[in-house]
């Protein structure tokens, strides 16, 4: 049988990366004869992916929430994916950095926009009846969404708003870990003490999350945009990326969030406690938190404001829905 020449060089330079890594090509292409065809299926490991959504009731709806909560999963990792890909650029450039900022912002908007599941996808008795079921598991426990802030600022731009002052980068890792904002929504109102959902969570993630945190002191989004020429950070385009992302993590996500528990937590002035006790309505608005991964791209007024027009927008919108 004639070797086409283009098979022939294929192999020649097969042969020579073979030579050079020590390796016998014979024994690969061995593999290559026996192996069988790659499968759509398999590759995606379909049967596995679709066995995962386990329920642990008879509603029907709880299918909805349970798959819809892989899907955010799964694309957090991919924004994780986005992160470390910057913060592991030891020569990066304005360019790259848009470029990897703008898939986490469709990412984003994605997860934002897909949020209607949720909103609008289930009916309000089921969940209200499933969900008792789900104790004390919450989303508060996204450890995901809690890495995608360690990689983006430092600790002490997500401290707790009314302490922020108090707290500097000179501040070590655990005290400043101590006071981050998310913890106070996992205070119960009552007691003033931790509730089962923040104990669990704190147990399982809190060495991970300070190695992380150590890992990235000097080297979060926040740290490697700083780090670049002084030409580099005028870029008006990853500016505006920049802040772009800001809102979507920071205001919009929380927004959507809102939403789907006013409507499901909030009817005739009566407030339902949400899954796992956390205090929903002082943990979730952004204004109140004032969370912010770059506070220096914004305007001590922008900063002020932080989300109330987009909360008046929603709001609006719910009330014109309704």
Known sequence: ?????????????LQEKFKNSGQDMGSYL????????????DYVSLDTLLSLQKTNTHFPDETIFITYHQITELYFKLIIHEQKQIIENESLTASFFIEKLSRLNR???????SFDV???????????????ALLPASGFQSAQFRMIELYATPLEHIVLH??????????????????????????????GEKTLTLKQFEKRYTPRFLRIAKEVKNSTMFHKYEQLEPEEKQDKKLI????EFDVNVNINWLLMHMGAAHRYLSRDKETIAATGGTNWKKFLPPGFQKISFFPNLWSEEEFNDWGKQWVNHMFNSENRNN
Do not use: C, H
Not at 119 to 129: H, T, Y
Not at 176 to 187: A, C, D, H, S
């Open 1 to 13: 049988m004639e070797i086409k020449p283009e098979i022939a060089d294929r192999i020649s330079k």
């Open 240 to 243: 505006q990326a920049m802040k």
């Open 118 to 132: 949720m909103i609008k996808g289930m009916e309000r008795e089921q969940f209200l009846k499933f969900r008792m």
């Open 162 to 191: 009314g302490n922020r002052k108090n707290f500097s980068q000179e501040n070590s890792i655990e005290e400043l870990y101590e006071q981050v904002y998310w913890k106070r929504g996992g205070i119960d109102l009552k007691t």
């Open 107 to 113: 990412y984003f908007r994605i997860l934002i926009d």
């Open 30 to 41: 061995d593999g290559l004869l026996y192996d069988r065809y790659l499968s759509y299926w």
